[in-house]
């Protein structure tokens, strides 16, 4: 099990590099001058060969790149030409928000779409099979920023109770040290109306960046259920007295979760990409923000930065998935052993 | 005696895609307290549905019971209610699935399994256990099945145990909660040869021993001898006859049963067909081969260790031989064909087929005019997106032939395979199994070879099918002076389609020899071990087998009652 | 019901795949309303000119005295800001959409596909090296990279497409290599290398047909996706620039009139809505029809 995780964790760090690599050579192929594209039409030749030198775009590419990957290692992206503070602070700044949202996405979609999955399957080709299948199709085709904005229509309208901008209310005076999470660090300082307050922040933005993969965790939990139910295995247990409850819940889902759970670590790129249409028009105050602000301002050092950050978020979620299948299907650990 | 499981006047229909068939026929069948039934029927008879309805495990709909009764211990399980009939299973009816390797859940224990059939059951009734006392049972039901180490064998999960072992554990599993009655679907069918006589001994000791009576599904005549004592034979939802076991297998009245019984290819006795012919010179010579495969694992892919799959292998083929390669799973005999077809190349030794070398020319126009192979399941060896002419023009737009041609040789080798010409615009799953299997046959001659390699051309076809490939092989070989390398599993076929055998064993050649010597005078333990363990028809096959003493079989077969570290 | 099907005493004989396609396709309601959304939108696309109320409304038309008018028998989709139908705006912007989804599958799908193909045919080092790279192509955030490089290159339609299609082909190559790795345990594949068959007839007559199927059904759901991941981009100011119609950029610009004239956001933001609807449950369908996993 142990080399299995390190073999994993050398894996994740090939990725990250490859990832690091690619992203640089794209942020250089790109045609233009990454100082003229900073500075704009207007700049002097002067100022942009200034910026040049102060970029290290002079240097030949190797060079820059190894610049770029030694300083990486280091912790080092560069300095942000729209904030002029260096990139790394401002993602630190930026993380928490988004990864508190991210967090709650994930579990709001797990807690809602595979329970309504097993009872698409366990009551299959009935209306309500059909009407869940409405509902999945609804979350799947509806994109993130019409349901954004009908979200903050309804909610300012006709529901008031949930805010529609940012992640606490101004007349709140709190700062969240520990964590960074809003709804953890209110629970450990024991001022409960942060916590509520906070949560009532996640809720609209939540919902609106979950709805697609809701609906699509849920469809293919039904088909993984009904696919598992038609084994010999599972008609054993019925045969040998096992209540269909059990069957369904032990038998079925443990084996059946699997394919859900691959999809949800799959499809966490584009959570991470939907975050930034979400987070824009929820004004939250995340890395997503961040990225939508620089990218608009051509900020490169700051954009790269983002990307890699947005990736490092994929390529964990998806270890933190194949640990989690792991634990369920013994199938992985056993063949993890013997590869030692 | 009373009837412990009677079926009066059953008639099962499926509804599927708009259309209602029915499957099942005015069945009547019943098994006696105590009793050893079997239910006979090749693929597609309805056995399977049988089964599940008596179960209660038919899916329905799309299924339905038209008419008919089941009664079991006199109450009529199609009119309980559902509580009560839960309550009877693997408590009064209990099950063993065909297969071992799919019956089990792969992610839990099979202690954590065991445990939720003891407990549920319990509950049922109204009865509480502590799990010490639950544990006990299952280590009881484990013995029963004699498995050692049971304590091991509770804490494992199903991949980590052996395909015999697994049986055990499944019977052991529908033993549980002591039913009265067990179906067995097809046990042991799955396994090799030697393991499946284990498991029918043990099956019958059970019966005996438990006071168990047994429904036994198969399509295997050999096992129906030996594990009942009443036949049902089952053919397109009806049942065409039934009797005693001796009254079926001495003197069988139904057309159906008799041509049942025709097929099966005799292992010993007066309706043995010896093949001798055999012509001048080695088509294929194989000399002191060896094939090792690296495992790999670890750090980037490393290599962690060796495994020797083919072991100092050396054979000769003579022109118009029909050399069997016998083995069990795993004995290399596949990896040996792989090479002889030079699809693989092997760490030592030398192949030449017809006095070349096969490194020299594998893969030339030549090789592939001189050797080509039929595979073990046509539904994988045809490309199921390609019609049938299609994949017959492979092979020879691959030797250069023009559209012209190859239109006019597929036309002659359909006429060739007894199939008609209609059949060129097919699609595989348009073909029945034997169909697709003379596609086959027709692909690999299409070049007109001289060698065939024949991996398991029949096993995958039901009983009075093969019969008719077999057939068909050896008039090709008459009508084109072919010589066959075939390989397979069953001793009995081979009997009657060889003139020589070699038997595998982990890699080696232990034995070979003509046909007649190596079944007649098989010196080989491992050789009279396989003989022994196969299933036949007649007491008079069962005389003639080799004697096989418990210490010779311990040397050379793996066990199924331990597990390994 | 495939357990059934799998099931030697299954009762299906006698039917061909064919109609039992068919039987399957008949009996989905929701695959033929799927159907006839996407006519409806190719066909909106196609005759854009013939059909839009007001062509004129298109380009950079103005009438201010008709501007922010709700939905009324001249205007069934209300006007926008300068008084431009949206209902004409919605009917060509269906043109740029589709000429995006065009575009992006054209080059992504084939270029995807043959990777697949090859990654899961010749294995080894092959193998290794498209799979890695597919595999850190997936770690990007594809919305942030769209922006990134639109951003970079200048936001504009050829762009928006540019930047898709270099993250799309992904995809495919995953579900063919996943496809084409099963198909090599088949014994076909081999035995088209006993008859002597070329490496390029086996891939592209042997393992591309078994792949037909599962490509057709996720090119059809890709359909509405390309268009939600323009919509997309070109919401926030980086895909296609006014005053081509497009409909990401109208939800964006009516946002800022909502409520009040909620039409102006809402009638194109349902516009999308309707298409990705359409290709989607078309989408299943053919799943369902050709009983293919994605």
Known sequence: MFSYLLRRAITLLLVLLGLAILIFVIARIVPGDPARIALGPLATADQVTELRAEMGLDAAFPVQLWTYLTGLAQ?????????????????????????????????????????????????????????????????????????????????????????????????????????????????????????????????????????AGIGQVMRITRTAMIEVAGRDFIEASRAYGIPERVVTFRYMLRVASVAPLTILGLEFASLIGNAFIVEFVFSWPGIASYGVRTILQKDLNAVIGVVLVSGLFFVVANLTIDLLLGLLDPRHRIRAARDR | MSRLLDIQDLCIGFSAYGQHRRVLHHVNMHVEEGERVSLIGQSGSGKTVT?????????????????????????????????????????????????????????????RQMDDIIRYADIRSGRRRP????????????????????????????????????????????????????????????????????????????????????????????????????????????????????????????????????????????????????????????????????????????????????????????????????GESGSGKTTLAKMILGLTSPSAGEIRLDGRPVSDFAGTRDFRKLIQIVYQNPGSSLNRRRTVADQLAVPLKFTGQDRAAITRRIGELLTLVDLPQAYASMYPHELSGGQKQRVAIARALSVNPRILVLDEPTSALDVLVQSTVIDLLNRLRDEFDLTYIFISHDLSLMRNFCNRVAVMLRGEVVETGPVADIFDAPRHPYTRALLSAIPVISPEEDARKPPVTEAERAKVLATSTELED | ????????????????????????????????????????????????????????????????????????????????????????????????????????????????????????????????????????????????????????????????????????????????????????????????????????????????????????????????????????????????????PDLGTMVATGSEYMPEMWWQAVMPGLAILYAILGFNLLGDGLRDMLDVEL
């Open chain 1, 75 to 211: 912790g080092d992206l560069g300095k942000s030409l729209l904030t002029s503070r260096p990139v790394m602070d401002d993602i630190r700044a930026a993380l928490p928000a988004t990864f508190e949202l991210v967090l709650f996405t994930v579990v709001l979609q797990i807690v809602v779409s595979i329970p309504l999955g097993v009872m698409a399957a366990v009551y299959r080709n009935t209306w309500v099979d059909n009407v869940l299948r409405v509902v999945s199709l609804i979350g799947v085709v509806t994109p993130g920023f019409v349901l954004a904005i009908l979200l903050q229509l309804v909610a300012a309208h006709y529901l008031g109770f949930f805010p529609v901008t940012g992640r606490l209310d101004g007349s709140i005076d709190f700062s969240a040290d520990i964590t960074g999470l809003l709804v953890v660090d209110g629970v450990l300082a024991g001022r409960f109306d942060v916590v509520l307050d906070a949560a009532r922040h996640l809720f609209l933005p939540s919902i609106a960046l979950a709805a």
């Open chain 2, 51 to 111: 089964m599940r309805t008596i179960i209660g495990t038919l899916p329905m709909p799309p299924g339905k019971v038209e008419q008919g009764s089941i009664h079991y211990a006199g109450q009529s399980l199609l009119d309980l209610a559902r509580a009560e009939r839960n309550a009877l299973k693997g408590t009064g009816i209990s099950i063993v699935l065909q297969d071992p390797m799919l019956s089990f859940n792969p992610v839990l224990t099979i202690g």
């Open chain 2, 131 to 326: 799990k010490a006392e639950r544990r006990a049972q299952m280590v009881e039901t484990l013995r029963k099945v004699q498995l050692k180490d049971s304590g091991r064998v509770l804490d494992s999960y199903p991949v980590m145990l052996s395909g015999g072992m697994r049986q055990r554990v499944l019977i052991g599993m529908a033993l549980l909660n002591k039913p009265r009655l067990l179906i067995a679907d097809e046990p042991g069918t799955a396994l090799d040869v030697t393991t499946q006589a284990e498991i029918l001994a043990l099956l019958n000791t059970l019966v005996a021993k438990e006071g168990l009576s047994l429904l036994l599904i198969t399509h295997n005549l050999g096992v129906v001898r030996e594990m009942a004592d009443r036949v049902y034979v089952m053919e397109r939802g009806h049942i065409v006859e039934s009797g005693p076991r001796d009254d079926i297998f001495d003197a069988p009245d139904h057309p159906y049963t008799r041509r049942l019984m025709a097929a099966v290819p005799p292992l010993y006795g007066h309706k043995v067909k010896t093949v001798t012919h055999t012509g001048p010179g080695d088509m294929v010579a194989v000399e002191g081969v060896s094939k090792d495969f690296l495992t790999r694992g670890g750090w980037l892919n490393r290599v962690t260790g060796q495994f020797r799959a083919v072991r100092d292998v050396t054979l000769n083929v003579a022109r118009g031989d029909v050399f069997g390669v016998a």
């Open chain 3, 1 to 244: 019901m495939s357990a059934l099907l799998n099931d030697p005493d299954a009762p299906n004989r006698g039917l061909t795949s064919g109609q039992m396609a068919f039987y399957r396709f008949r009996r989905n309601p929701l695959a033929i309303i799927g159907a006839i959304i996407v006519i409806s939108v190719i066909l909106a696309a196609i005759f854009a000119p013939w059909l839009a109320p007001s062509p004129e409304s298109a380009g950079s038309f103005v009438d201010f005295r008709n501007r922010h008018a709700p939905p009324s028998w001249d205007h069934p989709m209300g006007t926008d800001n300068v008084g431009r139908d949206v209902l004409s705006r919605v009917i060509y912007g269906y043109r740029v959409s589709l000429g995006l989804v065009l575009g992006v599958l054209g080059f992504a799908v084939p270029f995807g596909v043959v990777l697949g193909l090859a990654a899961g045919y010749f294995g080894g080092w092959t193998e290794t090296l498209i799979m890695r790279f597919t595999d850190i192509m997936l770690a990007l955030p594809p919305l942030a990279m769209a922006l990134a490089i639109t951003a970079v290159l200048s936001p504009n339609l050829i762009n928006a497409m540019i930047a898709i299609t270099l993250l799309w082909w992904t995809w495919h190559t995953r579900l063919i290599y996943r496809i084409v790795k099963a198909q090599m345990n088949e014994d076909y594949v081999e035995a088209a290398r006993v008859a002597g068959a070329s490496d390029v007839h086996i891939l592209f007559r042997e393992l591309l047909p078994n792949c037909v199927s599962a490509v057709a059904v996720k090119i059809s759901l890709d359909a509405g996706f390309v268009i939600l991941f323009g919509a997309a981009l070109s919401f926030l100011g980086l895909g296609v620039q006014p005053p081509t």
